[in-house]
């Protein structure tokens, strides 16, 4: 009797099997060229130091509760208040994952009437937030600014009534690219809109200081900006900036942020530490970005194929299954460089995402490159 209750999903692993998409948990093994651990903070000494201090002091591992019952701790407030500081805007909430900030964000500000218009490529977090809301959505194109307006004005003249909302990655996660983001607000501002910002990527590595291409942007009262902390930042969690109150509305109407235990007090106090790391050790973005320069350099002339121009690389394959006997090839070499496949990436893009980070260096790059350049020739022989 069990096996009839379990075949469906036998037969659904096995036809993933087939595509070449079943997927499987693998350790960290080998020089990483994965992870989105950038600035290299994650298991660092400093890092580690910080949570020490923390227990020192009595900053307890749990939160106990819900951020409206008894889970708000003094360690959230203070990253919240020095993160708005930093990142320059109004206020800002700390979640407890980039995923469950794009759900709560999109599942509640956007309402019943309004438009979100979205970059075709956006987080699956800000999809499973859309769809859990009531505005009506629209996908266009991706790093397409006219086709944002003219979406916009095709619902207008549909008899569209609400207030439209732009949703994009300002890096995104796979490509590597950047969005126009000067011109998706100037639309948003002719159009009486939003422009939704989730800066995943780009915080920590890229803008003034780190603090994202939105820098300039946030502050103002129709721009939301969400910033993880598990990448750059080393830790883990999501702070959303917004209008104060926008902030007030997602505490009082965002169900992932009623309903959920908030974040370990812990875990709240490191992102405060990386943000000070962030602010006194400039010298870490400078060294990526020496790295980033020098792996672009050597993908685009080594391979012939152009490169993104930031920590990100992608090296589109196809082919789901010769992607992964590529990303194995290079595990094998001792670099862990995993395979990306759909639904992730569109049908027939499958793909090696290669980061650069400050857990590598330059000889490093360079050997990682040489592998590469083997395994793909003995793939095709």
């Known amino acids: 009797m069990s096996a009839d209750r379990l075949a469906r999903y036998g037969a659904a692993l096995g036809q ?19 992870s989105n651990d950038y600035l290299g903070l994650a298991a660092s000494a400093e890092m580690r130091d910080a949570l020490f201090a923390a227990i020192e002091r009595g900053v307890p591992a749990g939160a106990g509760g819900s951020r409206l019952l008894r889970g708000n701790h003094a360690e ?8 708005a500081a930093f990142f320059g805007c109004e ?14 964000i999109l599942s509640t500000l956007p309402q019943r009437g309004d438009l979100i218009v979205y970059d075709c490529l956006v987080h699956a977090s800000a999809h499973e937030g859309m769809k859990a809301g009531k505005a009506e959505m629209a996908a266009v194109p991706h790093n397409d600014p006219d086709a944002v ?30 969005s126009a983001l000067s011109e998706l607000l100037t639309i948003a501002d002719r159009h009486n809109g939003f422009l939704f910002i989730d800066e995943a990527h780009a915080t920590g590595v890229h803008g003034r200081g780190g603090i994202g291409y939105s820098a300039g942007f946030e502050g103002r009262d129709n721009v939301i900006v969400l910033h993880t902390c598990g990448k750059a930042l080393g830790s883990a969690g999501a702070l959303v900036g917004a209008n104060r109150v926008l902030c007030d509305f997602l505490v009082n109407r965002a169900r992932p942020f009623i309903y959920s235990t908030a974040p370990s007090p ?8 990386a943000l000070g790391i962030l ?15 020098y792996a672009n350099g050597e993908f685009s002339g080594r391979f012939g194929m152009p490169a ?21 090839r290079m595990q094998a070499r001792g ?27 330059k000889p490093a790059i360079a050997r990682m490159m040489d592998g590469l350049a083997e395994a793909m020739e003995e793939e095709r022989a």
């Open 16 to 34: 993933l099997r087939q595509k070449g998409r079943l997927r499987a948990l693998k350790r960290d093994t080998g020089a990483d060229f994965t």
């Open 76 to 83: 959230h407030e203070a990253l919240e208040e020095e993160a």
């Open 91 to 104: 206020r800002m909430l700390y979640f407890g994952s980039g995923y469950a900030a794009n759900l709560a």
């Open 149 to 178: 307006e003219d979406a916009i004005r095709a619902w207008r003249a549909a008899g569209g009534t609400g207030f439209p909302w732009i949703v994009v990655e300002s890096l995104y996660s796979m490509d590597g690219d950047r």
């Open 266 to 273: 812990l875990q709240a106090a490191s992102v405060r530490h």
């Open 279 to 293: 602010a006194s050790e400039p010298e870490r973005r400078s060294r990526l970005h020496a790295l980033i320069d």
């Open 308 to 328: 993104s121009g930031t920590q990100i690389l992608p090296v589109i394959i196809g082919d789901n299954s010769r992607t992964v006997r590529i990303a194995e």
């Open 335 to 361: 670099f862990d460089i995993r395979a990306i496949r759909p639904p992730t990436v569109p049908v027939g893009t499958a793909r090696l995402r290669i980061t650069i980070t400050l857990n590598v260096d």
